[in-house]
Structure formats: C-alpha cells, structure tokens
C-alpha cells in the first residue's frame, strides 16, 4: 500500500474487486481526469483518448482483483491505460518512419527548452507530432520506458526508436522557436 492510498480507496478497491458497481463508479470519478490525461498524450484526438479511457477502464474493472497492494493503485492503473493506448496504436498497424540518419551520433539528451510555456500548451504541441513521434516521446520523456522496453512494445528497431525521439525533440524545438 503506498502512503498516498487512504483506507477509503483500499474499501473501494476491495469492493470493486467484490463486484460493487459503485465502488467502481467512485473509482472513476477520483482517477478519470488523470487517466484521460494519459490517454490525450497517446492519441490523435479526444474522441480516441474517450474510447482509450473506456478500454482502459473496463481492463481495470476486468483485473482490479489482480492488484496486490504492494504499489501505488494510480501506478497500476496508469500502466494499465498505456498500454492500452499503445494497444491501440498498435491496432491500426502503425508503421514508424525509418530515418536514413546514423541515430547512434543523435544528441538525445538534449533537452527542450520551453520557458514559460504550460503543461497544456506543450500537450498541445506533442499532440500535433506525428503518431510515431509522439508515440515514442511520450513513452520516453513522460512514461520513462527505455528504448529497448519501447522496441519491444511496438515491434519496431531500438534505432527506430531512437530516430524517432529525435524527431520530435527536433520538431518541438522548431515549434517552440515559433511560439517564442
């Protein structure tokens, strides 16, 4: 049980697992706007983030008597809803774009620079990459997955990978430039 978790949410945990439909519903309404954020980064627009959420929680419902309480239930939960959306992705048959550079000489820890910009403008602007880059951005930047875990994920090369983030750190950074 993480410290953050009240013995309110382990009831509703523990009720829900027993089948009680408002334990659910209480769940829901505490961990949607969080989940839903997730889903947004992943997706092209919100009716997917929507049918993502939904997905997602329906998989929470299916297996929340599987979790143990030995971690954070938002943790759980949060994976639960990316590789939901990745699921999706997948769904569609994305195909990466192989770039021609040597991504072993890509600077990848450069870092964005973004100012004065809010969390909701550069949502916005990770929103607006295309699906690959975004897809591997947000697994890397936000989620922290290792280019190896996102290979693996997505069937594609850890170069791809790579090349991806790049990428999008290089379209960002040109946007940014734009915006500032």
């Known amino acids: 049980m993480s410290p953050s978790e009240s013995h309110d949410e382990i009831s509703l945990i523990k009720a829900c697992s027993n089948g009680d439909h408002n334990a ?4 829901y309404d505490i961990h949607s706007g969080t989940m839903y954020s997730i889903c947004l980064r992943y997706m092209t ?14 998989k929470v419902f299916n297996s929340i008597g599987k979790f143990q309480f030995t971690g954070s239930f938002e943790g759980w939960m949060k994976r639960i809803f990316v590789n939901t959306s990745i699921e999706q992705i997948r769904k569609r048959k994305l195909h990466f774009d192989v770039s ?5 000489e890509l600077p990848l820890t450069s870092r964005i620079e973004t100012g004065k910009l809010d969390a909701e403008k ?3 602007l990770v929103q607006q990459l295309p699906l690959g880059y975004r897809t591997v951005f947000n697994m890397f930047v ?10 693996d994920y997505l069937n594609i090369n850890e170069n791809t ?5 790049f990428k999008a750190r290089k ?9 500032f």
């Open 45 to 58: 627009n919100e009716d997917e983030a929507k049918d993502a959420l939904q997905e997602g929680f329906i």
């Open 161 to 165: 990978s790579k090349s991806q983030l």
């Open 122 to 124: 550069m949502m916005r």
């Open 171 to 179: 379209q960002l950074q040109i946007w940014l430039k734009d915006w």
């Open 100 to 104: 021609e550079l040597n991504t072993n």
């Open 24 to 27: 659910f519903k209480k769940i």
């Open 142 to 151: 936000i989620d922290g997955y290792s280019h190896k875990e996102i290979s």
